[in-house]
Structures are given as C-alpha cells and as structure tokens.
C-alpha cells in the first residue's frame, strides 16, 4: 500500500514539473533604433526579480499587441502619435509604421493599426504597463487614452504615460533609473517620481518630459515578488 501510494505521489510530483517550468511570469520590453538599450536594460533588471524577461529594438505593433495577451509587464519606450496640437496621444509607434492605440473614430494612422480597445478581459492579468513616449497619457479626440484604456477600459493594474513631449536622452535616463529603482524594492509611484528626479542634471539639464508622468491604477504597488497582477 505505501508502494503505490509512494509511486502515485512521484508520478504527480513528475507530472508538475513541466508546469513549474513554465510558471515563469512573463515581461516584455520594446525600443526603437534611437531610444536603445533601454528594452535591454529593463530586461536585465526585471531578471533579476525574477520575471521571464525578454527585449526587441524595432518590433511590430502586431507582435507587441498579441504577447501583451500573456505579460505581467509590457514596456514600450519610442515614438507617440502627433496629428495637431489638438490631436496628438492615443498610440505607439512601432516599426513599419504600425501603431498600438487605445481606440479610433475613424482615423488610422500609418499603415497597420491595433487597439487596446479589443482586447477583452485578456489584459486583466498585467501588473503594470508603461508607455514610455510623447503624449503616451494625453486624451486624443481621434483615438482616445492609452493609460486609462489600459486600466480604467481593460483592467491592467497599473500603467504609467506621458502627457507631454519626452526628450529622448531623458527618456533613457528615466528608464534606466525607474527600473533599476522597482528592482531594489521601491513602488512603483516612488519609483517613477524619483527617475524623474534622477534626470533633471542629466545632459540636456532639466527634465525635458519626464515630470509630465501620469499613473492611474495601483500605483503603491511593488513590482517583487515577481507575479501577474490582479485588479
């Protein structure tokens, strides 16, 4: 009897294993030619929280679109939309001019077009988002509000943007300390105000962007342990 019992008891522990290896929470992390390494560099410290990180420089929206269906962090650091004055935010620009946007009216710009709108509850289980590009938070008549599309429409748990134009070169600097700071245990409210605090004597001085962030969602939360998020 406890022959069997012991073999059945191995062969579940066996069974398991497959799953725990796949049990990796999952994070990726996007950059464009001009605003490199910091997808690389978000990676390595996410890693080191244990997160299944990976980075790509120049991807298409449509890859980006369909791995944030199973991501605990989605981070993008590049280009937004910018019509007018009176239109501008609502999407990111990924290579081949194909865009990520949180909703449209009838207005598509570039070539390709994918947005968060769509997305049923696949979102729900993102810890955090970041968009890390010009008027990425700023509300566009023509194709909506990326942050609060994020999290208010779809149920991410926290996502941070932009409402005005980021520097590129302070945008580097704000990545590079805001991820390193979530990776040494600070929130991620902390983390973000404090990145833009890091950057402001940095070349070119001032902070050029960066203090224009906007958080909505759990923003107290810590990124450790590494885990989906749950709204």
Not at 39 to 68: C, E, G, H
Not at 92 to 121: C, M, N, V
Not at 146 to 160: E, F, H, R, S
Request: net charge negative; charged share 15%; proline share 3%.
């Amino acid at each position: 009897m406890n022959r069997w019992l012991f073999m059945l008891m191995a062969c579940c522990l066996l069974a398991a294993l497959p799953s725990a290896a796949g049990a990796l929470t999952p994070a990726h992390n996007y950059d464009c030619s001009d605003t490199t390494p910091t997808a690389y560099d978000a990676r390595v410290d996410q890693a080191a929280i244990s997160y299944d990180s990976s980075s790509s420089t120049n991807a298409l929206a449509s890859v980006a679109y369909n791995q944030f269906r199973s991501d605990a962090i989605f981070f993008f650091n590049g280009h937004g939309l910018y019509y007018d004055d009176s239109h501008k935010g609502g999407g990111i620009k990924f290579s081949s001019e194909s865009w990520i946007l949180a909703d449209t009216d009838g207005h598509y710009p570039g070539t390709y077009q994918y947005y968060i709108r769509d997305y049923g509850t696949d979102i729900r289980d993102v810890l955090l988002a970041v968009y890390l590009a010009c008027y990425s938070s700023h509300y566009n008549p023509y194709n909506g509000d990326l942050v609060q599309q994020t999290v208010t429409g779809k149920g991410a748990d926290i996502c941070i943007g932009f409402d005005g134009e980021v520097e590129v070169e302070n945008g580097k600097c704000w990545s590079e300390s805001f991820w390193d700071r979530v990776r040494n245990g600070e929130t991620v409210v902390s983390a973000t105000s404090n990145a833009k605090d890091d950057c402001y004597w940095q070349w070119p001085y001032g902070y050029h962007g960066v203090e224009t962030y906007e958080i909505s969602g759990s923003y107290n939360s810590y990124l450790t342990p590494a885990r989906y998020g749950v709204y």
